[in-house]
Structures are given as structure tokens and as C-alpha cells.
């Protein structure tokens, strides 16, 4: 949940999807997604895609309780950023090998959100990948080890931006601040060649497990919010298994 001095409808969730059991998720979903779910080849696949698509209703159902998981509807600009049908609530979704996570809000001004999730083995040389700016790779020279929380910070951001991957992510350049008491990165940019009007931006990045001293995954949530952006906004992500249903 992200936090400021203000009052902040805007909730993440993750899941490791290896914590799941698929079969008691017909709650939280429709035929069709189970159907598209089934097409995928490999298990852990198709895991994180039922996975996903559950934890997004049940995200919704759980800003808005009076929509039961099952009756949301959903459709898809035509950059493909997915919106829901009929109800004022917004999300983003990331699936990233093992881990699935969301980030909902019901609040119209904090509409352009994403997140992102991924491994932290994403990069093998970040130093050399086109992804990142020449700023970005020099300091990635020095700390490889930035490399995913970098990556899921800008995809986050572009996500929100609800461009994706339209756009050449080295157009967008960022970096990491110091890890903070909760343990949650902020981002800030070097430059921005899509929207001069980035200090309206809150950037933030994670990991996953969250408190665990093993982390696998690299977690980021950008919105466009600027009294977060300039009141030391927090964020805590809520993990953990489904509830029952």
C-alpha cells in the first residue's frame, strides 16, 4: 500500500505463484481465462497466468467490495493498456517468473499507474544492454547489481505512461537513490524525453520476498501523483497467499 501524509487509495499486491493452488481459483475467475491459461505449454505459465488474472479481481474486489471478483469486465486501449468496464478503478499488472503483482487505485488522479515485477538474474550485462541510457549503463558499471530495479523502474513508468513497449526505453533515463528505512529505492530522472512534467512522477523499487534476507525479484511502482512525488511518499507491497473465497 503506498502511504503519504495524505489519505492514498493505492494498494500493491504480490504473489508467489509457487504458493498457489490453481484449483482453488475457479472463484476468481471466468472459463475464458482458465481457457487461455490451458493454451500455454509449460506449468509455471500457465500458473502465472491464472495467477495473475485472479489476483486482479480479487485486487479490484478488494478496493471496491461490492463488485464480487467474478463480475468484472475488462477491455484494452489501443496501445493495449488493459482498463476495466463500467466501474471507476484502475490497475496495473506484472508477471515475472514466479512472482505475479498488481497495483489498484479507485482514485481518478492517481490513474497513471503501472508496476513491474522481475528476476533479478534479468541482465547478464546490463552495462551493454540498448535498454538502458549511456548514464544508466555507466552506472550499472559500477553496480550490476542495480540492474533489474532499474529496468522494472522504467518499465513501470512507461507502463504508466501506457505507451509500453511503443517506446524506446533509452528515451527515458533514471536512477536509483539509497535504499530508504522501508526499504524501497526512489527514483528520480536524469532526463525525460516523453514528459517534461517528471517531477510530478513518484518512482519506487523493492524487492521480493519482501523482509525476507533471500531476495529473487526486483519490484517497481510508478504513478503520477505530484504530492507524492514531493511528500516522502512509502510503499508496502502486500504478499502473501489469496484469501479464501
Request: hydrophobic residues 40%; proline residues 4%; negative net charge.
Amino acid at each position: 500500500m503506498l502511504e503519504t501524509e495524505h489519505e492514498s487509495s493505492l494498494r500493491v499486491f504480490a504473489v508467489d505463484c509457487d504458493l498457489i493452488d490453481t484449483s482453488e481459483l475457479d472463484a476468481l475467475t471466468d472459463p475464458s481465462e482458465r481457457a487461455a491459461a490451458a493454451r500455454y505449454s509449460l506449468l509455471e505459465h500457465r500458473r502465472e497466468v491464472l495467477v495473475s488474472r485472479a489476483l486482479v479481481r480479487w485486487a479490484l474486489s478488494h478496493v471496491q467490495p461490492e463488485v464480487l471478483p467474478r463480475s468484472w469486465a475488462f477491455s484494452r486501449t489501443d496501445a493495449g493498456r488493459p482498463l476495466v468496464v463500467g466501474h471507476d478503478v484502475w490497475f496495473s499488472l506484472s508477471r515475472g517468473r514466479g512472482f505475479v503483482a498488481c497495483v489498484v487505485t479507485s482514485d481518478a488522479t492517481h490513474s497513471a499507474l503501472g508496476i513491474d515485477v522481475e528476476p533479478l538474474e534479468t541482465f547478464s550485462s546490463p552495462s551493454t544492454s540498448a535498454v538502458f541510457s549511456a548514464a544508466e549503463r555507466q552506472r550499472l558499471e559500477r553496480h550490476p547489481e542495480d540492474a533489474a530495479f532499474l529496468w522494472t523502474l522504467k518499465e513501470a513508468y512507461l507502463k504508466a505512461r501506457g505507451e509500453g513497449i511503443s517506446v524506446k526505453p533509452a528515451r527515458v533515463s533514471l536512477k536509483l537513490a539509497a535504499r530508504g528505512a522501508e526499504g524501497i529505492r526512489r527514483g528520480a530522472f536524469d532526463y525525460d524525453n516523453l514528459d517534461q512534467d517528471a517531477a510530478s512522477w513518484w518512482l519506487g523499487s523493492g524487492s521480493l520476498p519482501t523482509g525476507s534476507p533471500s531476495i529473487t525479484h526486483a519490484l517497481s511502482v510508478a504513478v503520477k501523483c505530484e504530492r507524492c512525488a514531493h511528500s516522502g511518499a512509502r510503499i508496502v507491497v502486500e504478499t502473501g497467499l489469496f484469501p479464501s473465497v
